[in-house]
Antibody, heavy 126, light 109 residues
């Protein structure tokens, strides 16, 4: 069974840092791209970062670019999100999500997030 | 940047009724890249539909997706009590890589 378990959330002051982790099990971690998605309290979903299988392709939402760093350790089946210079608007639940697509001839179709963790809560407040 | 606008914001229906949820894109989106998720209160999102119309594994056939270009629809043919939740559409694009609609809350009337 595919399982993604986030950890590392908590209360941090504005300007502070946190490192989130996502532990994966039940599938071959090294062949899947991954994402971080967050949800502010009472709000919708916001995609914030993507990392490819071998970490060669990394993307960020403008809202976190330059402050957040995504990384992965395929040997440890783990995904990370280093969050620096945190702001109040970064408060929310952070989910990791597995990225799945059907690819042929270098083009990928039917891209979707087929498995999600339960989320870890981040609160940025003084 | 492609913006996804979902309507209505809230939909109030009774079990057994048919639900029709809309997702409109500000520019044309490939059907291959349009996805629907369901999120129940306090839970992580769950994949429902991908490729605009393909049901994910384990999703009941009362859920269906349709549409192309800028207009996409999620239909729930006969609402069950467990279907009352928030639904999000999502698209894969170039920059940003992914965007979500703001969600439609499906509530019991």
């Amino acid at each position: 069974e595919v399982e993604l378990v986030e950890s590392g959330g908590g209360l941090v002051q504005p300007g502070g840092s946190l490192r989130l982790s996502c532990a994966a099990s039940g599938f071959t971690f090294s062949i899947y791209a991954l994402n971080w998605v967050r949800q502010a309290p009472g709000k919708g979903l916001e995609w914030i970062s993507y990392i490819s299988v071998g970490s060669s392709a990394i993307y960020y939402a403008d809202s976190v670019k330059g402050r957040f760093t995504i990384s992965r350790d395929n040997a440890r089946n783990a995904l990370y999100l280093q969050m620096n210079n945190l702001r109040a608007e970064d408060t929310g639940v952070y989910y990791c999500a597995r990225d799945v697509a059907d690819c042929s001839s270098g083009t990928c179709y039917e891209i979707r997030f087929d498995s999600w963790g339960q989320g870890t809560r981040v609160t940025v407040s003084s | 940047e492609i913006v996804l606008t979902q309507s209505p914001g809230t939909l109030s229906l009774s079990p057994g009724e048919r639900a029709t949820l809309s997702c409109r894109a500000s520019q044309s989106v490939s059907s291959s890249y349009l996805v629907w998720y369901q999120q129940k209160y306090g839970q992580a999102p769950r994949l429902l539909i991908y490729g605009a119309s393909i049901r994910a594994t384990g999703i009941p056939d009362r859920f269906s997706g349709s549409g192309s270009g800028t207009d996409f629809t999620l239909t729930i043919s006969r609402l069950e009590p467990e279907d009352f939740a928030v639904y999000y559409c999502q698209q894969y694009g170039s920059s940003p890589r992914y965007t979500f609609g703001q969600g439609t809350k499906l509530e019991i009337k």
